[in-house]
């Protein structure tokens, strides 16, 4: 068995790259040598590296992971992760790994490397990576993510949309990312300036320009609002 084993992500969405690196991060046997937006990404990696593991999303511009598949001589051992059942059976007709239907959480991944390696006791350990934080002042949250620490002011924050495992910070300079959930954000920030409009989604306050049947528009951008946080959002505007 081998000490390290190669590892390229290729996936179009920026937060599952992220979710894909943090799970990587935790096996001390994996080791990133690419990460990728599209397939075309992913055969200059497969030309440049030796490759032994292959984390490979379906649904992506021009090329799909099934067609890179095909196209490949020679294979690492591949795993898709996916957001779609409906290909599972063209999957594994490729001999491919395994079959991650997003979400999915870190044992299930670990289970995936374990297959890929040949073996259901690998040798490696898995070190736990602290969550990113955010803590409360006065004025503004200080965010700690990707070796970070960020200040953001209330006044600046714009909405926070979660995905997943994540949350981004929408601000009006920039956005930032970060392995948190945004329920305990709920609790954190105050409850006179931000609100909860979606299982998705808090919205500032201030920033708030109009609401429709369905949208809130906060600065610009269009925010839907979940059926069962409208009344408390109309409520607390009115």
């Known amino acids: ?116 390696i040949g073996s259901d006791q ?25 070796y970070k620490l960020y200040k953001i002011n209330y006044d600046d924050l714009l909405f926070i949309e979660g995905q997943h495992e994540y949350v981004t910070f929408h601000t009006t300079q920039r956005r930032i990312t970060a392995l948190f959930a945004l329920k305990d954000l709920e609790e954190i920030l105050p409850k006179d300036k931000f609100v909860r409009v979606h299982k998705s989604y808090i919205v500032s306050f201030k920033h708030i320009q109009d609401l429709d049947k369905s949208d809130v528009t906060v600065a610009g951008n269009k925010v839907p609002v979940g059926a069962s946080y409208r009344d408390e959002l109309l409520a607390r505007l009115q």
């Not at 969405?13 to 990404?41: G, M, P, R, T, W």
């Not at 497969?46 to 649904?59: G, P, R, T, Y």
């Not at 350990?125 to 955010?134: A, C, L």
């Open 1 to 116: 068995m081998k000490e390290k084993y190669n590892v390229v992500i290729v996936d179009d969405e920026f937060l599952a790259q992220k979710l894909l690196q943090d799970y990587v991060s935790k096996v001390d046997s994996l080791q990133i040598v690419a990460v990728c937006s599209n397939a075309f990404e992913a055969m200059n990696a497969l030309k440049n590296h030796q490759v032994d593991i292959m984390f490979l999303d379906i649904q992506m511009p021009d090329l799909t992971g099934l067609e890179l598949v095909k196209s490949m001589e020679h294979k690492p051992a591949i795993i898709f992760t996916t957001a779609y059942s409906e290909y599972a059976v063209d999957a594994f007709n490729l001999s491919v790994v395994d079959y991650l239907l997003k979400p999915f959480d870190f044992p299930r991944f670990f289970q995936a490397v374990c297959k890929a």
């Open 122 to 146: 690998p040798l490696v350990s898995t070190v736990d990576k602290p969550r990113d934080s955010v803590s409360r002042s006065n004025d503004f949250i200080t965010v700690k993510a990707d």
